[in-house]
């Protein structure tokens, strides 16, 4: 009876050993590919996109619908595909640098054929799903900003510090894709969607390629504009959170908005550009991360502000 016990508990502690191994083991995993489509990217991405859906709607009682959730679901597919495939194509590079050798690829615990076989199934499902839930637009939108980001700007990021400016391209698509999605027209609204993302992403980029530019400039990325000293640096980066305040005045110069709108956009602009300038002041690796924290805050704020004043 004793052997029998000690037999069974050993099967048993042999049993939750395994079962622990395996939930470790498939933690891991999901962890490599939450790195692998830069999960925190790739939902605000995603929020953009469903802010841009909300406003598009004319009765806001269709917001939450099988077509809405579909989209989210496409084109965070497509975002992820897109950021998979640029780290398969900078996993030599981004074995160099402090802030990323610890990705899935560099560190070998994937597989280049695994995470290309993975990019490739996410692009393919998210372009199939825009396509058929919402429309062709939509899908031919979210394979340009996929297109872009893969074959452009990342090789550019060695070449050119104009790969910025490609990247902000593809980076300000998102939130049309949502609009699209909705109105299945490339309207005055939708441009105003892109034109306001387009500008926000250059404090955005600047903040961070500002704290991580030793990193950089050791791998040979031209993140920063051409002369990246601090100074201009810093000046670049208050001239663009300066437009893209402006930019974010469309919707009340246009009566898409109410009078509430305008005055959370003034707040909203006083507190994106006091950053920048605290940056310029003082441009650290400090007033870099504020910066970047209240530009994160800046975009979806104002986009929620806009669907929660817009005028039909």
Excluded at 83 to 103: C, G, V, W, Y
Excluded at 268 to 292: D, E, M, Y
């Amino acid at each position: 009876m004793k052997v029998t016990t000690w037999t069974e508990d050993l099967v048993s502690q042999a049993s939750k050993a395994s079962e622990s191994s395996l939930v470790t083991l498939a933690a891991n995993k999901l962890s490599d590919y939450l790195q692998l489509v830069k999960f925190k990217l790739s939902a605000l991405v995603t929020i953009t996109t469903a802010l841009g859906y909300l406003i598009a709607l004319r009765n806001p009682l269709l917001s939450v619908s099988v077509n809405f959730v579909l989209t989210l679901l496409g084109a965070f597919l497509v975002v992820g595909a897109a950021n998979a495939f640029n780290q398969i194509l900078e996993r030599e590079t981004d074995a160099l640098m402090e802030r990323t050798k610890n990705r899935p690829l560099p560190s070998e615990r994937m597989s280049v054929s695994e995470a290309l076989t993975s990019a490739l199934t996410m692009m393919l499902l998210g372009l199939t799903i825009l396509y058929f839930f919402a429309n062709f637009k939509t899908a031919f939108l979210a394979a340009m900003a996929l297109a872009i980001y893969v074959l452009a700007y990342t090789p550019l990021k060695r070449k050119s510090e104009f790969c910025i400016l490609i990247g902000a391209i593809s980076g300000a698509i998102p939130p049309m894709m949502g609009w699209v999605a909705v109105r299945n027209e490339l309207s005055q609204e939708a441009f105003s969607l892109f034109a306001l993302q387009f500008l926000w992403q250059f404090p955005h980029f600047w903040a961070i390629a500002w704290m991580y530019r030793d990193d950089y400039r050791k791998i040979g990325l031209r993140i920063l504009p051409a002369k990246g000293e601090p100074a201009f640096v810093a000046r670049q980066t208050v001239l663009y959170a300066i437009a893209t305040v402006i930019a974010s005045a469309y919707p009340l110069v246009a009566g898409k908005a109410t009078l509430v709108y305008g005055l959370g956009i003034f707040a909203l602009g006083v507190w994106l550009i006091v950053s920048a300038i605290c940056f310029h002041q003082n441009p650290t690796n400090k007033s870099a991360r504020n910066l970047l924290c209240v530009a994160d805050s800046y975009l979806p704020l104002v986009l929620l502000l806009w669907l929660l004043t817009k005028q039909i």
